[in-house]
């Protein structure tokens, strides 16, 4: 069963603006959440992360929010780019289980100018 | 440094087949972690190495199978190919050595099973 969510498939946002994207988790061993962004034909890039002992985590343009008693996560992306269009994933990982990364089906941004 | 790299990025195989994908981590890195990405059923994870065993497993049937050499370099091979196993095969590499970290995505072998 999918563990992390992303429940909208699709985001249109325009240049300049805030994107927000959102992901929802069902496991409450998870203790390490990850973005990622994915272009047509390349392998997933890795955005930014957030341990469960922080709620919030910036970096640049990106932040990614925890809500730890809600078991949601966002990432907010201001301002929001045209090179910023596409499939962005949602990710977790428990302490126990290393490096497997349970990841939602992912939300694709499309900025427009 | 180069990334991580997958080959071949395309593959075409029959049914009953066996196929093995290959992939180089990022120089330095000891862990390496396989994915299947299906429209259906979005990235998955299949199993992870680190210096040469096997560490964790996915829910994946015994078709599939792997191995981590001393220079982690990493294989993954299926045996028996179904039609249902077409997806893209991601490999992911990381440095870490403690339970979380992120983790480095090569381009992916595309399998595509007739």
């Known amino acids: 069963d999918q563990q992390v969510k992303q429940n909208s498939p699709s985001l249109s946002v325009q240049e300049g603006r805030i994107s927000i994207l959102n992901c929802d988790y069902t496991?409450?061993?998870?203790?390490?959440f990850l973005w990622y962004k994915k272009y047509p034909a390349e392998g997933p890039t890795f955005l930014i992360s957030?341990?469960?002992?922080?709620d919030k985590n910036e970096d640049g343009r990106f932040t990614v929010f925890l809500n730890k008693s809600a078991k949601h996560l966002s990432l907010h992306i201001v301002p929001s780019q045209p090179g910023d269009s596409a499939v962005y994933f949602c990710?977790?990982?428990?302490?126990?289980?290393?490096?497997?990364?349970?990841f939602g089906k992912g939300t694709s941004l499309l900025v427009t100018p | 440094k180069a990334g991580v790299t997958q080959t071949p990025r395309y593959l075409i195989k029959t049914r009953g087949q066996q196929v093995t994908l290959s992939c180089s981590p990022i120089s330095g890195h000891r862990s390496v972690s396989w994915y299947q990405q299906t429209p259906g059923q979005g990235l998955q994870f299949l199993f992870e190495?680190?210096?040469?065993?096997?560490?964790n497993k996915g829910n994946f049937p015994g078709r599939f199978s792997g191995r981590q050499f001393s220079n982690s370099r990493s294989e993954m091979n299926v045996s028996t190919l179904e039609l249902g196993d077409s997806a893209l095969y991601l490999c992911?590499?990381?440095?870490?050595?403690?339970?979380?970290?992120?983790?480095?995505f090569g381009p992916g072998t595309r399998l595509t099973v007739t």
């Open positions: 190495y680190f210096s040469e065993t096997q560490r």
């Open positions: 496991n409450s061993m998870f203790d390490y």
């Open positions: 990710a977790a990982s428990a302490g126990n289980s290393g490096y497997a990364l349970n």
């Open positions: 957030i341990s469960s002992i922080k």
């Open positions: 992911a590499s990381s440095s870490a050595g403690t339970s979380s970290g992120e983790q480095y």
